[in-house]
């Protein structure tokens, strides 16, 4: 047995002997209660009743109207965590009101322990770990879909929307208005949701669904009306009606909000640089809309949009040929992204084993960072840090029961570069085209969740006439998929889902071929002549499908799948995808038990075997696969996972060139995470990974947060990773001389270390009013030795530089020149001198008061500060003073916007 799954297997068997107490146990005979008593055994709801309010109601946290007084309060909330089905251990009961604008909740949360209640502040849609209530409706009540509104005992305020029946997602923002207020017999929540914040179809007799849910911190405890027991899926679908909606008629608010901005950059620059030499200011004005069309849809539209990142994206170091993925953060696209997401839907979870799942709509290709080159022998220039967007339009809605729509139609502006040549003359030249972005998405469900089917398109068109871009751009893409599900019998334990996907992309030659030989599809590799670059090609097609079959109810749990991308599919002018010329299929069995043993909850296992080829028959992967995941009753999480790979064809690592072997790898990955609503919560990842020529990864991530007032949260990610590849690519020589493999693919031996952190403190002065503070410094060194190319196809034998076959290795100082055979035909090459190391630190600062609902004023100081150098020296310490001494790139922003609803 391994060292680090032992050390695992002896914790958990530790940690699950010892005595769990409850923090709130039920008290015994004689104690005192706050409020009624409780029934023994709750048992769900059959349906929720509305009220329509015969006064305002004022909301204040204070449950004094007589609304709130009724007699139809809703009591029959049970555990869904830990002891599910079982009786909460406080009383909670909650009534439902409405008038002509909006649907209230009114919610009493007993506790026999007042001053034990958890009310942390944070910024809007940060989960402090506090005592929560919350409400969930199906709008539509096509058991898919809907929204979902929580607040905090200390106010604050968090929602989102569901999906997929299973699925949540948090990036959209309403306008609503939630308070709270805490007294002897506990605490209670206030809510006001306006109807013209939610999708629904509107009629003299609505009929929703719904779920409570009620979180108590301190025990651990989650209570809901209604919940998806441990081993089975589906969470809408079990939504109790919500009746009683009489006489609302969906109003068709028109909500405006304009903005404005100012930004200050103060920017790193050599002396002389005539185009950062001064501060640059830059103002904005823009607004948002947002309007019910119908009762059934929503329009969301921006006119020139600020859509400026408040969060900095991470710093990574990428030694491979694929992009790195970066989330959306801009909330225009964040709402209502789910209607669009395509491929995944039915099933309640999908394995993948090096799949390179596509995303078909990856919303940060609209705006990115102009990708026009400038020319080559620029000595100062000035490029766009995003495409400005001129505008964009979304319209998402459900026009009938289970059919869900949505389109986006967006264009971006032409952007220009301004750059110096070696002789002083300045010039400008366009580095993005006016582009054209347009989604459609259409996706129905029916046969009460049964079945469902899916459209999808995706179009990019640019205008390239007269730019001098039209051979580094694609003129035109266009993707269509379609995407269903099926449940294989009554109760929905087996269901079949998938996707199949087109795509086609038009442009120069010249353009078509750097398209073939990029990352993506390498159709230059020598010993796949099935594919070969086509020097007069002006379009490139491919396709994709995926199909799963999913075990998803029980404590069996199975998941199988066979995929198949072309060589030419490419999704990337509007999606994601790393690469393509990939079959793929997997089989996996799993179970889980209940309760296994004292003080654990659930535990699972699951074994998979999946293998890969690409489309010209070569192996490309073949791994067995096992996890497990122990869930505690306090709230601890244990995971362990790992793999072996055999001997395998690798058509990537020569990056175009031909197929080499892959010695037989192992990995694994150890997981534990305490509790994470309580004051001090850790975790702590390890994931060593190696192969048989002597390769190994040991990434070490331990993590801590700390909240040390109701106002104040600290947490900290220290990373330490060491990387040690007997094979890294270095660089490639075309030559023909070179008759086994076509030309020279240089490696090396490559030693990386790298330590990083994520650091943030949020501190909530008030519900409405936050500061966050985020600063990520790292320092990654790597130093290449061994230089040698691959000798052979389709194996992992290499010629070394200055040992093998006459070959040399010299070194000038400042490049090493590598001559494959000395005094032979050959001719030298340069290899370069790729050691690095990299040091930054980046970090933001975010002010941010909500002064009325949906109102914000932002003041936003951002700064980075980066060294790079090709010594590999991996220090520290030194690190940070050099970075300290190094001038910094300051950006500060102010943004003010204003909700008007008419």
């Known amino acids: 047995?391994?060292?680090?799954?032992?050390?695992?297997?002896?914790?958990?068997?530790?940690?699950?002997?010892?005595?769990?107490?409850?923090?709130?146990?039920?008290?015994?005979?004689?104690?005192?209660?706050?409020?009624?008593?409780?029934?023994?055994?709750?048992?769900?709801?059959?349906?929720?009743?509305?009220?329509?309010?015969s006064e305002p109601i004022v909301i204040d946290g204070i449950l004094d109207e007589p609304v709130w007084q009724s007699d139809n309060a809703v009591v029959q909330l049970q555990q869904a965590d830990p002891d599910q089905g079982e009786e909460p251990s406080q009383r909670t009961e909650v009534r439902v009101a409405y008038d002509d604008e909006a649907i209230y909740v009114g919610a009493r949360m007993y506790d026999r322990r007042p001053d034990s209640i958890v009310a942390r502040l944070s910024r809007r849609d940060n989960d402090s770990g506090s005592d929560e209530f919350g409400v969930a409706f199906d709008t539509f009540h096509d058991r898919r879909t809907g929204y979902y509104f929580l607040v905090s005992a200390a106010g604050t305020e968090l929602d989102g929307t569901l999906m997929n029946d299973d699925w949540s997602d948090d990036s959209w923002d309403g306008v609503w208005s939630a308070r709270t207020h805490r007294d002897s017999l506990g605490w209670t929540a206030e809510m006001r949701i306006p109807f013209s914040q939610m999708r629904s179809r509107g009629g003299d007799h609505m009929v929703w669904g719904i779920d409570f849910e009620r979180v108590i911190s301190r025990c651990h405890e989650d209570d809901k009306l209604v919940y998806a027991p441990i081993g089975e899926s589906g969470f809408v679908s079990r939504f109790v009606e919500l009746d009683g909606l009489d006489g609302v008629r969906t109003t068709h608010t028109v909500e405006v909000t304009p903005y404005s901005t100012g930004k200050a950059e103060y920017l790193a620059h050599d002396l002389g640089d005539p185009y950062n030499s001064d501060p640059r200011y830059t103002p904005a004005l823009g607004a948002d809309v947002r309007t019910g069309v119908g009762s059934k849809f929503t329009l969301n539209a921006t006119i020139n949009p600020d859509f400026g990142q408040v969060e900095i994206d991470p710093a990574v170091v990428n030694l491979s040929d694929a992009?790195?993925?970066?989330?959306?953060?801009?909330?225009?696209?964040?709402?209502?992204?789910?209607?669009?997401?395509?491929?995944?839907?039915?099933?309640?979870?999908?394995?993948?084993?090096?799949?390179?799942?596509?995303?078909?709509?990856?919303?940060?290709?609209?705006?990115?960072?102009?990708?026009?080159?400038?020319?080559?022998?620029t000595t100062y220039s000035h490029l766009p840090g995003a495409t400005h967007i001129l505008g964009a339009l979304k319209l998402t809605g459900q026009p009938s029961p289970g059919f869900n729509v949505g389109a986006v139609q967006a264009v971006t502006r032409e952007e220009f570069g301004d750059f110096e040549l070696p002789d002083g003359s300045r010039h400008t030249l366009a580095v993005e085209p006016l582009t054209y972005y347009g989604v459609m998405r259409g996706i129905h469900s029916y046969n009460n969740e049964h079945q469902g089917?899916?459209?999808?398109?995706?179009?990019?068109?640019?205008?390239?006439?007269?730019t001098g871009l039209a051979d580094q751009l694609?003129?035109?893409?266009?993707?269509?998929?379609?995407?269903?599900?099926?449940?294989?019998?009554?109760?929905?334990?087996?269901?079949?889902?998938?996707?199949?996907?087109?795509?086609?992309?038009?442009?120069?030659?010249?353009?078509?071929?750097?398209?073939?030989?990029?990352?993506?599809?390498?159709?230059?590799?020598?010993?796949?002549?099935?594919?070969?670059?086509?020097?007069?090609?002006?379009?490139?097609?491919?396709?994709?499908?995926?199909?799963?079959?999913?075990?998803?109810?029980?404590?069996?749990?199975?998941?199988?799948?066979?995929?198949?991308?072309?060589?030419?599919?490419?999704?990337?002018?509007?999606?994601?995808?790393?690469?393509s010329d990939v079959i793929n299929d997997h089989v996996g069995l799993g179970y889980m038990w209940k309760r296994p043993w004292a003080g654990a909850k659930d535990f699972w296992v699951i074994g998979a075997l999946a293998d890969g080829w690409n489309f010209a028959g070569q192996q490309t992967m073949n791994q067995y696969f096992l996890k497990a995941n122990l869930d505690q009753m306090n709230a601890w999480t244990w995971t362990f996972s790992g793999g072996y790979l055999?001997?395998?064809?690798?058509?990537?690592?020569?990056?175009?060139?031909?197929?080499?072997?892959?010695?037989?790898?192992?990995?694994?990955?150890?997981?534990?995470?305490?509790?994470?609503?309580?004051?001090?919560?850790?975790?702590?990842?390890?994931?060593?990974?190696?192969?048989?020529?002597?390769?190994?990864?040991?990434?070490?991530a331990p993590a801590v947060t700390w909240k040390p007032s109701s106002r104040l949260s600290l947490s900290a990610g220290p990373t330490y990773e060491y990387n040690r590849q007997d094979a890294q690519y270095v660089t490639q020589e075309?030559?023909?001389?070179?008759?086994?493999?076509?030309?020279?693919?240089?490696?090396?031996?490559?030693?990386?270390?790298?330590?990083?952190?994520?650091?943030?403190m949020d501190c909530s002065l008030t519900t409405?009013?936050?500061?966050?503070?985020?600063?990520?410094?790292?320092?990654?060194?790597?130093?290449?030795?061994?230089?040698?190319?691959?000798?052979?196809?389709?194996?992992?034998?290499?010629?070394?530089?200055?040992?093998?076959?006459?070959?040399?290795?010299?070194?000038?100082?400042?490049?090493?020149?590598?001559?494959?055979?000395?005094?032979?035909?050959?001719?030298?090459?340069?290899?370069?001198?790729?050691?690095?190391?990299?040091?930054?630190?980046?970090?933001?600062?975010?002010?941010?008061?909500?002064?009325?609902?949906?109102?914000?004023?932002?003041?936003?100081?951002?700064?980075d500060r980066t060294v790079t150098t090709g010594d590999g020296d991996f220090d520290f310490a030194p690190s940070f003073s050099t970075l300290a001494a190094t001038q910094p790139n300051n950006i500060f922003l102010v943004k003010v916007s204003h909700h008007f609803g008419m």
């Open 768 to 863: 409405n009013l936050s500061i966050q503070v985020f600063a990520q410094p790292l320092v990654s060194s790597g130093r290449y030795t061994n230089y040698r190319e691959l000798a052979q196809p389709d194996t992992y034998d290499f010629i070394v530089y200055g040992r093998d076959d006459g070959s040399t290795l010299t070194y000038d100082g400042t490049n090493y020149f590598a001559d494959p055979d000395g005094a032979g035909p050959m001719a030298a090459f340069e290899i370069g001198h790729p050691d690095f190391t990299y040091r930054t630190i980046r970090g933001d600062a975010v002010l941010r008061w909500e002064y009325v609902p949906g109102s914000t004023i932002y003041v936003v100081w951002t700064q």
């Open 734 to 760: 075309v030559d023909p001389l070179a008759l086994a493999t076509g030309g020279h693919y240089v490696f090396a031996h490559l030693d990386q270390q790298t330590v990083g952190a994520q650091l943030r």
């Open 646 to 700: 055999s001997h395998d064809i690798n058509d990537r690592r020569t990056r175009g060139g031909p197929a080499m072997l892959d010695p037989r790898s192992w990995w694994t990955d150890a997981l534990w995470s305490g509790n994470s609503r309580a004051k001090l919560s850790c975790s702590i990842e390890v994931s060593p990974n190696g192969d048989e020529a002597g390769s190994f990864d040991v990434p070490i």
């Open 323 to 377: 992009e790195t993925y970066f989330n959306e953060k801009r909330p225009f696209f964040t709402e209502g992204l789910s209607v669009f997401r395509c491929g995944n839907n039915g099933a309640s979870d999908y394995w993948n084993f090096n799949w390179p799942e596509p995303t078909f709509f990856y919303t940060r290709r609209i705006g990115r960072t102009p990708e026009g080159a400038l020319p080559d022998t």
């Open 474 to 579: 694609n003129r035109n893409a266009l993707v269509t998929a379609m995407d269903g599900w099926t449940a294989l019998d009554a109760k929905r334990t087996w269901v079949l889902s998938g996707y199949v996907a087109g795509s086609r992309v038009d442009g120069t030659p010249a353009r078509i071929a750097a398209l073939e030989e990029d990352p993506q599809h390498y159709y230059q590799r020598p010993d796949r002549p099935d594919l070969g670059v086509d020097a007069n090609a002006t379009s490139l097609s491919g396709y994709v499908g995926r199909l799963w079959l999913n075990r998803q109810t029980g404590p069996w749990m199975s998941n199988s799948a066979i995929g198949v991308m072309s060589p030419g599919f490419e999704v990337n002018d509007l999606g994601y995808g790393s690469r």
């Open 1 to 53: 047995m391994r060292p680090i799954p032992a050390a695992l297997t002896l914790l958990i068997v530790c940690a699950s002997a010892c005595p769990i107490a409850r923090a709130d146990a039920p008290p015994g005979p004689g104690a005192s209660t706050a409020g009624p008593p409780r029934p023994r055994r709750p048992q769900f709801a059959d349906a929720v009743h509305a009220v329509r309010a």
């Open 453 to 466: 089917l899916g459209l999808m398109a995706l179009e990019t068109a640019r205008e390239l006439d007269g």
